[in-house]
């Protein structure tokens, strides 16, 4: 929905996921893109495997300047936007395929960057996180994270090769020992903390929306994974707001009015997505198709607590399973009658086969 203020229909999602194609152009309309959502606080993620090796030939002629370069440019993009114009970094997310030309480049990125941080900081320069030091080395500002298929751990754990393939020709670049490249990443993870492991064979059997498209990336904290070119409204219930005193004096918990408040947020999440506006048009219509939203609860730990009962034991977690089977089912009731009531999200008549449902049950 084109406004003429960023305020008459605010962009009340804070979770996207964008497409990236191996196009020039395209690659600096994402720029602008993931611009406009750290301007108004929102985080995005992409998967950037479509984009060709530095080994890859050009179609005018010349070598391609490669992934890695174009990423340094994004990553130095996001540390100069500060998330909703105040003080947080911009929330970014880069997602690369085991079998991308340049995925040990990618898996050793912050671990080098990490070094001359190191070495600046072995100078005398200041060692904070917004420090000269940390300010001069790139790769700072995403979270990084590998997309691992059952193919490529099947070979690691035989002592297998596995093949890296160039984005144009599909052609083999590389060939490793894929135990070699696991190592790889368990020893970059130890020293950084980078990259994350997203298991793309396992997301895609649970996918509920095979027949649109595959999963291939995720938001930036990982806990939105849906198609490409869309947007997650998420909220959350304090749990504590639902202590009550019970009339011996000892603490319980308002089911119902739990049981309502689940109703009543997802039901203004529905209304959200309607009434809110979007980065690109692709992104709103899709949106407005699926729907996307996620509802969750905070301050589990603070409820335990109050009610005597120790996070790590059996009660705890007893508690844990009953607050999140009671939302789940009331958001999907509520999203249910939504969609029987207003005839809408056309993705989900597309994707209606029951099989997407059956492969995630079988695989649990």
């Given at each position: 929905?084109?406004?003429t203020?960023?305020y008459?229909?605010p ?9 990236v ?13 993931e ?12 998967n ?8 890859e030939?050009l179609?005018?002629?010349?070598t ?12 130095r ?6 998330s ?8 970014k997310?880069?997602?690369l ?6 995925i040990?480049?990618f ?14 900081i072995?100078?005398g320069y ?5 420090g ?5 080395v ?8 590998i ?6 751990m ?12 160039a984005r144009?020709?599909?052609e ?8 070699d ?21 396992t ?21 939105y ?14 749990l ?9 004096g ?11 408040a ?22 709103a ?7 996307p ?16 009962l ?13 607050l ?8 999907y ?22 099989a ?5 049950r079988?695989?649990?």
């Amino acid at each position: 929905l084109e406004t003429t203020t960023a305020y008459e229909r605010p962009q009340c999602s804070a979770c996207f996921i964008q497409s990236v194609n191996d196009d020039l152009m395209g690659i600096f309309d994402l720029l602008k893109n993931e611009a406009r959502l750290f301007k108004y606080g929102s985080g995005t993620g992409s998967n950037f495997s479509a984009l060709r090796g530095r080994q890859e030939k050009l179609s005018g002629g010349g070598t391609s300047s490669g992934l890695m370069s174009f990423l340094e440019v994004f990553d130095r993009a996001a540390g100069s936007t500060k998330s909703g114009g105040t003080t947080r970094r911009a929330a970014k997310m880069v997602c690369l395929d085991m079998d991308h030309p340049e995925i040990a480049d990618f898996v050793t990125w912050k671990v080098r960057e990490e070094k001359k941080a190191l070495a600046l900081i072995g100078a005398g320069y200041p060692s904070d996180f917004n420090g000269e030091a940390y300010h001069t080395v790139s790769g700072q500002n995403s979270n990084n994270s590998i997309r691992v298929t059952d193919e490529f751990m099947r070979a690691a754990l035989s002592g297998g090769s596995w093949q890296t393939r160039a984005r144009t020709t599909g052609e083999v670049v590389d060939t490793y020992n894929a135990k070699d490249l696991w190592t790889l990443v368990a020893e970059a993870a130890w020293a950084c903390a980078d990259p994350g492991v997203q298991y793309d064979s396992t997301i895609n059997r649970w996918h509920t929306c095979p027949n649109t498209d595959r999963i291939n990336a995720s938001n930036p904290c990982s806990e939105y994974m849906f198609l490409d070119d869309s947007a997650c409204n998420l909220s959350s219930v304090n749990l504590t707001k639902f202590l009550v005193h019970n009339a011996d004096g000892s603490l319980g918990f308002d089911v119902d009015g739990y049981r309502h408040a689940c109703r009543v947020l997802f039901m203004a999440q529905e209304i959200l997505v309607d009434l809110s506006s979007y980065p690109t048009p692709r992104i709103a219509q899709n949106s407005h198709d699926y729907r996307p939203l996620g509802l969750g609860y905070a301050n589990l730990g603070a409820l335990l607590m109050a009610l005597g009962l120790a996070y790590d034991s059996e009660e705890g977690r007893a508690w844990a399973a009953a607050l999140t089977s009671l939302m789940t089912g009331h958001a999907y009731a509520t999203s249910a009658r939504t969609a029987t009531r207003l005839r809408r999200e056309p993705g989900w008549r597309h994707d209606r086969p029951a099989a997407a449902w059956h492969r995630c049950r079988d695989s649990i």
